[in-house]
């Protein structure tokens, strides 16, 4: 083993210990300053040479690891071994040039407009570094890579922030997030998870945060492109692939911040409280969802026996028991709206198709059953029959 590949693990075993240290109570602020952020040791997953197979059940907690590995025996061309790569050295030190440390994060895209797009200024950072400290880091780990010390015996696991990939988006297509979708998830937390709110943190706290969190996140993907890069043997040194990928991601980010990457939900087209929808509405959705919308080839059973599946960190995920009443990505109208136009990216949940996301009754008639769905007195009986089996009320 080389001293730098020791140096590296033994850092990764130094911020196991520390994130413990915090869990006894110590005062976490800020960071220590000769703290450096770990060149990345576990498995990269490829997600499009992901297996698409049903998987029995997940790993019992504490395996995710267990599970990437078991993708690379399934398909050995689906995963990638840092420790099979060379030219790391190098790497580790453009990345410290690029995003500095945990204690002086920065971002150095050589474009000061797209850092103030991005609100990624050196002390918003440092602030949202101290922050992240207190409240994130025993979950989503020192890098974003969602193995912090708790995050083991945490179901479903802590986000990986290291690809770029968010559920939970208002963006069409499911790309990057809005800051305002990052701040709805930190102001309201993910229902049926254990990532709590934080609505008594400051706005302006919340703020921080989230531009610590797209930090990591740029900084996770800029590594994970150019290993996977050093894989596939492009030509370019890591460093020059580290800044070009750089500008790319931020571009990304940049762009879905702009106005006409929203998602613009269609005006209502019912009268009346869109808490009460017709019923005819929910009776056109049920259709909608067993028909041209294809949702229940996915929700078998209304998800109550969904398959369980890859998704594109590489762990095991299942499409949402939508009887269960449980909605992680927010229970609003407009919260359901978006996941039907544009999906959940990132567990390969599909959006919905044009002629369906362009027509507003259909798209409201999805939303309306969905809403109802959970609830047997809220379905008109011939719909309630065929979900829920004659005679329930």
């Known amino acids: 083993m080389s001293l730098a590949k020791a140096g590296r693990r033994l850092t990764g075993t ?75 050295d190098a790497l580790e030190d453009k990345l410290e040039d690029l995003f500095g440390t945990p204690a002086n994060p920065t971002v150095k895209t050589g474009n000061k407009s797209l850092v103030k797009k991005l609100s990624l200024d050196d002390e918003t950072l440092a602030a949202g570094s101290v922050l992240y400290r207190r409240h994130c ?108 990928n750089l500008r790319t991601i931020a571009r990304q980010w940049v762009s879905a911040q702009e106005d006409d990457a929203r998602i613009m939900p269609q005006k209502y087209p019912y009268d ?17 969802f067993n028909g041209d919308a294809a949702c229940i080839g996915c929700h078998t059973d209304y998800g109550r026996n969904a398959p369980f599946r890859y998704d594109k960190w590489g762990t095991i995920v299942r499409p949402a028991n939508l009887t269960a009443g449980v909605y992680r990505g927010g229970r609003r109208p407009v919260d359901i709206y978006y996941r039907i136009h544009s999906g959940v990216n990132p567990s390969n949940m599909a959006g919905t198709s044009d002629t369906i996301a362009n027509d507003p009754r259909r798209m409201w008639d999805l ?26 009320k």
């Open 14 to 88: 130094a911020v196991v210990l520390f994130g413990l240290v915090l869990l006894a109570g110590c005062d976490p602020d800020p960071y220590p300053s000769d703290l450096s952020y770990p060149l990345r040791s576990d498995l990269l997953v490829e997600e499009g040479l992901v297996p698409d197979d049903r998987v029995p059940a997940p790993e019992p907690l504490g395996s995710v690891e267990t599970t990437i590995l078991r993708i690379g025996q399934t398909r050995k061309e689906a995963v990638i071994d840092p420790a099979n790569l060379n030219g790391l």
């Open 137 to 244: 880091v025993h979950c989503h780990g020192l890098t974003g890579d969602g193995r912090g010390p708790t995050a083991p015996w945490v179901d479903p696991h802590p986000r990986d922030y290291r690809r770029g990939l968010f559920k939970f988006t208002s963006v069409v297509g499911g790309g990057k997030p809005r800051r305002e979708d990052l701040m709805r998830t930190l102001y309201e937390g993910i229902e049926g998870t254990s990532m709590p709110n934080f609505r008594h943190l400051p706005e302006e706290h919340r703020s921080e945060l989230v531009s610590y969190i797209i930090h990591l996140s740029i900084r996770g993907e800029v590594e994970y492109e150019v290993m996977k890069g050093i894989s596939k043997k492009l030509r370019g040194s890591p460093s020059s692939q580290a800044v070009e």
């Open 272 to 288: 009346g409280d869109p808490a009460d929808p017709p019923r005819e509405s929910i009776v056109r959705g049920y259709h909608l």
């Open 367 to 392: 939303v309306n059953f969905v809403k109802a769905l959970p609830y047997p007195a809220m379905l008109p009986d011939e719909v309630r029959d065929k979900v829920y089996g004659p005679g329930r």
